[in-house]
T-cell receptor, first 115, second 110 residues
Framework: DTAVSQTPKYLVTQMGNDKSIKCEQNLGHDTMYWYKQDSKKFLKIMFSYNNKELIINETVPNRFSPKSPDKAHLNLHINSLELGDSAVYFC??????????????FGPGTRLTVT | SQQGEEDPQALSIQEGENATMNCSYKTSINNLQWYRQNSGRGLVHLILIRSNEREKHSGRLRVTLDTSKKSSSLLITASRAADTASYFCATGGSNYKLTFGKGTLLTVNP
């Protein structure tokens, strides 16, 4: 009954490969996010979808492509992986509201290591 | 651009003591949130304080917000070893975006 789940938990791959990370939430939230946390623990928003519509698209290389097949799922596909892509990627969800962003629920993270 | 900035970067205390962490930010906000991250885990939401609130409590947590100084503090009273974690403040505007600070690493020694 995990609220926000991600697969895989660990991903080790070589430079130049293409990989995907999947995220699912069972909270009934309408907004989902991808964050990247670097080795210094700095957490940066990458993308956000609200009701399957892309609403936040930060300055991210176009090798990264999010896809939201429905409100409960948000996947992240990364092409031509580079060493600098090594990080922990977190998925999160929240329920949108009229008074701004509310609390977010985070998945356990996917540790991506590019060799 | 980074919004919140926590202070101190690291804090080490003994069990039973209180821990205070501060967060400063730069632009106007709708709310400010605090999250905890245990090593190797995802972030867990602790408390949200709206821009028109000055203080909020939740169990052993007390959060204050001073919008005139653009700062917030998180107080954990009677700390326990299980409180050892990184603590992040995050500012929320009128859109769906949360901007996180760099975090404070709290170590509570038994």
């Amino acid at each position: 009954d995990t609220a926000v789940s991600q697969t895989p938990k660990y991903l080790v791959t070589q430079m130049g490969n293409d990989k995907s990370i999947k995220c699912e939430q069972n909270l009934g939230h309408d907004t989902m996010y991808w964050y990247k946390q670097d080795s210094k623990k700095f957490l940066k928003i990458m993308f956000s979808y609200n009701n399957k519509e892309l609403i936040i698209n930060e300055t991210v290389p176009n090798r990264f492509s999010p896809k939201s097949p429905d409100k409960a799922h948000l996947n992240l596909h990364i092409n031509s992986l580079e060493l600098g892509d090594s990080a922990v990627y977190f998925c999160a969800s929240s329920q949108g509201g009229t008074s701004g962003i509310g609390e977010q629920y985070f998945g356990p993270g996917t540790r991506l290591t590019v060799t | 651009s980074q919004q919140g900035e926590e202070d101190p970067q690291a804090l080490s205390i003994q069990e039973g003591e209180n821990a205070t962490m501060n967060c400063s930010y730069k632009t106007s906000i709708n709310n400010l949130q605090w999250y905890r991250q245990n090593s190797g885990r995802g972030l867990v939401h602790l408390i949200l304080i709206r821009s028109n609130e000055r203080e909020k409590h939740s169990g052993r947590l007390r959060v204050t917000l001073d919008t005139s100084k653009k700062s917030s503090s998180l107080l954990i009273t009677a700390s326990r070893a299980a409180d050892t974690a990184s603590y992040f403040c995050a500012t929320g505007g009128s859109n769906y975006k949360l901007t996180f600070g760099k975090g404070t690493l709290l170590t509570v020694n038994p």
